[in-house]
């Protein structure tokens, strides 16, 4: 199997998606 | 044969079907350009993602990952970055006073009728060349499935466009991309496992490839210096393109806004990492096609029943077609509604407004097709400004647009500077500059530096212009 360069993509794109999760429940537990 | 009818005229009757139902709900130009204001965060999020989801993604994308192997995928990462961007930096204020258009917005901010007929003149000439590319896409899978020829098919299939959109504006527009979100996204869920299952398991997929292609896993594959600026460019054109900029209008309130993104990063990214694997399929099992935008089709045909396939089709014709009728809104808007309401005809009634909205649809969607049918602009031009379409409109809006709701001291000389610059210099670019970079990254520079510059050069704007976009 490839190594970084096929999940690595996906390991950076599951970190964005938590993320901005993260970030949405916080800005809206500001409000 | 016959299946693959009764479903395309199913598909089409549920499309009109929403159309006249859309209609029936406009009364008014605020319900025609922006669904009033009040979409929710589910159709929002689909009808975001089915517009940025085109025929490009299902032929275009698969065909250089096909070509160039998986470095390219990398590009995906700047996708969600944007739009976190945009819901993060721009949302906020942009959507402060809300619009009927993206150049009313550069009107309201830089006070100057001038800047909203250019921006509206840059959305006309870039929108009607690009959907003359996807209306002559669409002759050509109607030509694959129903065997009639191109040109019956590019017409039937505009006017369909064209009938739905001049009905029911955006409220039509937004459910039928909700729709077809929905086929894109079955397409792509049904046919992946099929396209895996047939060699077995994933890893057997993958060993394959790496036989057949050794080099697909490797960096390199794809320059790095065009990977970045093509990935700066996905980033500017996903945040300002006007098409992307008036879903926000439409969208409830911010609430709605962060929710809806949500799912539009969701399902993009989505359908691109399964289009992905699909394009490696086509690596293992065709690894000599003449062009990687036949890598979608022989996999259709290949590996998919004939039912799959032929929703693979719908799925493809539905990127299509979401994405062209969201364009000719913001075309109609920018002649109807920038231009002639703005510029022309100021002191309308509401009724009237609404005739001139839906006869500048018509003229927008008519234009391309009789341009096609008359041989004009025909071939090279068109794939020139298709490949452009994105790098002009984000080297001509992303800074007006960022650049006046972040800071201050920027000013009608300021905008007009680097919306005229940020386009020549794209457009230069791409004629005579390094094909290493890609256009959009000295365009946006150039459009940067103008802004800047002359905005310093020239006096401030007056505090009412800003003091809207700044207020908590």
Same mark, same amino acid.
């Given at each position: 199997?490839?190594?970084?360069?096929?999940?690595?993509?996906?390991?950076?794109?599951?970190?964005?998606?938590?993320?901005?999760?993260?970030?949405?429940?916080?800005?809206?537990?500001?409000? | 044969?016959?299946?693959?009818?009764?479903?395309?005229?199913?598909?089409?009757?549920?499309?009109?079907?929403?159309?006249?139902?859309?209609?029936?709900?406009?009364?008014?130009?605020?319900?025609?350009?922006?669904?009033?204001g009040?979409?929710?965060?589910?159709?929002?999020?689909?009808?975001?993602?089915?517009?940025?989801?085109?025929?490009?993604?299902?032929?275009?994308?698969?065909?250089?990952?096909?070509?160039?192997?998986?470095?390219?995928?990398?590009?995906?990462?700047?996708?969600?970055?944007?739009?976190?961007?945009?819901?993060?930096?721009?949302?906020?204020?942009?959507?402060?006073?809300?619009?009927?258009?993206? +150049?009313?917005? %550069?009107? /309201?901010? =830089? $006070?100057? *009728?001038?800047? #909203?007929?250019?921006?509206?003149? !840059?959305? @006309?000439?870039?929108?009607?060349v690009?959907?003359?590319?996807?209306?002559?896409?669409?002759?050509?899978?109607?030509n694959?499935?129903?065997?009639?020829?191109?040109?019956?098919?590019?017409?039937?299939?505009t006017?369909?466009?064209?009938?739905?959109?001049?009905?029911?504006?955006?409220?039509?527009?937004?459910?039928?991309?909700?729709?077809?979100?929905?086929?894109?996204?079955?397409?792509?869920?049904?046919?992946?496992?099929?396209?895996?299952?047939?060699?077995?398991?994933?890893?057997?997929?993958?060993?394959?490839?790496?036989?057949?292609?050794?080099?697909?896993?490797?960096?390199?594959?794809?320059?790095?210096?065009?990977?970045?600026?093509?990935?700066?460019?996905?980033?500017?054109?996903s945040?300002?393109? +006007?098409?992307? %900029?008036? /879903?926000? =209008? $439409?969208? *409830?309130?911010? #609430?709605?806004?962060?929710?809806? !993104?949500? @799912?539009?990063?969701?399902?993009?990214?989505?359908?691109?990492?399964?289009v992905?694997?699909?394009?490696?399929?086509?690596?293992?099992?065709?690894?000599?096609?003449?062009?990687?935008?036949?890598?979608?089709?022989?996999?259709?045909?290949?590996?998919?029943?004939?039912?799959?396939?032929?929703?693979?089709?719908?799925?493809?014709?539905?990127?299509?077609m979401?994405?062209?009728?969201?364009?000719?809104?913001?075309?109609?808007?920018?002649?109807?509604?920038?231009?002639?309401?703005?510029?022309?005809?100021?002191?309308?009634?509401?009724?009237?407004?609404?005739?001139?909205?839906?006869?500048?649809?018509?003229?927008?969607?008519?234009?391309?097709?009789?341009?096609?049918?008359?041989?004009?602009?025909?071939?090279?031009?068109?794939?020139?400004i298709?490949?452009?379409?994105?790098?002009?409109?984000?080297a001509?809006?992303?800074?007006?647009?960022?650049?006046?709701?972040?800071?201050?001291?920027?000013?009608?000389?300021?905008?007009?500077?680097?919306?005229?610059?940020?386009?020549?210099?794209t457009?230069?670019?791409?004629?005579?500059?390094?094909?290493e970079?890609?256009?959009?990254?000295?365009?946006?520079?150039?459009?940067?530096?103008?802004f800047?510059?002359?905005?310093?050069?020239?006096?401030?704007?007056?505090?009412?212009?800003?003091?809207?976009?700044?207020?908590?």
């Amino acid at each position: 199997m490839p190594g970084f360069i096929f999940w690595g993509l996906f390991l950076f794109l599951g970190l964005i998606l938590v993320g901005y999760i993260g970030w949405m429940l916080w800005i809206e537990k500001g409000k | 044969m016959d299946m693959q009818l009764i479903i395309f005229v199913l598909y089409f009757l549920v499309v009109f079907l929403i159309g006249w139902y859309s209609m029936r709900a406009t009364s008014s130009e605020s319900d025609y350009w922006i669904a009033g204001g009040k979409l929710g965060w589910g159709v929002g999020g689909a009808t975001m993602a089915a517009t940025h989801t085109s025929a490009g993604t299902f032929i275009g994308t698969i065909g250089v990952i096909y070509a160039v192997g998986w470095s390219f995928a990398w590009v995906l990462l700047s996708i969600p970055l944007a739009y976190w961007f945009m819901v993060a930096v721009l949302a906020p204020r942009f959507t402060k006073v809300k619009e009927l258009t993206l +150049p009313a917005f %550069l009107q /309201r901010r =830089y $006070a100057s *009728k001038a800047t #909203r007929g250019l921006g509206a003149f !840059i959305i @006309l000439i870039a929108t009607v060349v690009y959907v003359q590319a996807q209306i002559v896409a669409g002759g050509l899978v109607a030509n694959i499935v129903f065997g009639v020829p191109t040109t019956t098919g590019m017409v039937v299939f505009t006017l369909i466009l064209i009938v739905y959109t001049v009905l029911g504006g955006m409220l039509a527009v937004a459910y039928t991309d909700f729709l077809q979100m929905v086929i894109m996204t079955i397409g792509t869920i049904v046919s992946v496992p099929l396209a895996v299952s047939h060699f077995g398991n994933f890893e057997n997929l993958i060993n394959m490839v790496q036989v057949v292609k050794p080099l697909t896993f490797q960096w390199g594959g794809f320059s790095t210096s065009l990977l970045i600026t093509m990935g700066l460019a996905f980033f500017l054109g996903s945040v300002a393109t +006007p098409e992307k %900029l008036v /879903r926000l =209008y $439409a969208m *409830k309130d911010m #609430r709605t806004i962060r929710r809806g !993104i949500l @799912l539009t990063i969701i399902l993009v990214t989505g359908i691109n990492l399964m289009v992905f694997i699909l394009g490696l399929a086509a690596m293992a099992l065709f690894p000599v096609l003449p062009t990687g935008d036949l890598a979608m089709p022989v996999i259709a045909r290949a590996v998919l029943p004939t039912f799959i396939g032929t929703i693979m089709l719908a799925a493809v014709t539905s990127a299509m077609m979401s994405t062209v009728d969201s364009l000719l809104l913001v075309a109609g808007s920018a002649l109807s509604e920038d231009i002639y309401q703005n510029l022309i005809h100021t002191n309308a009634t509401e009724k009237r407004r609404l005739l001139v909205a839906r006869i500048g649809i018509v003229i927008v969607g008519t234009v391309p097709l009789l341009l096609i049918l008359g041989g004009f602009a025909k071939g090279e031009l068109i794939q020139f400004i298709v490949v452009l379409f994105t790098a002009i409109m984000a080297a001509g809006f992303f800074t007006p647009v960022v650049g006046g709701v972040l800071w201050k001291r920027a000013n009608k000389a300021g905008a007009i500077a680097s919306m005229i610059g940020g386009v020549l210099v794209t457009g230069i670019w791409k004629v005579f500059g390094d094909a290493e970079i890609y256009p959009v990254l000295p365009g946006f520079i150039a459009s940067v530096l103008l802004f800047v510059v002359v905005s310093l050069m020239t006096p401030a704007p007056k505090e009412s212009l800003w003091k809207p976009y700044f207020e908590k």
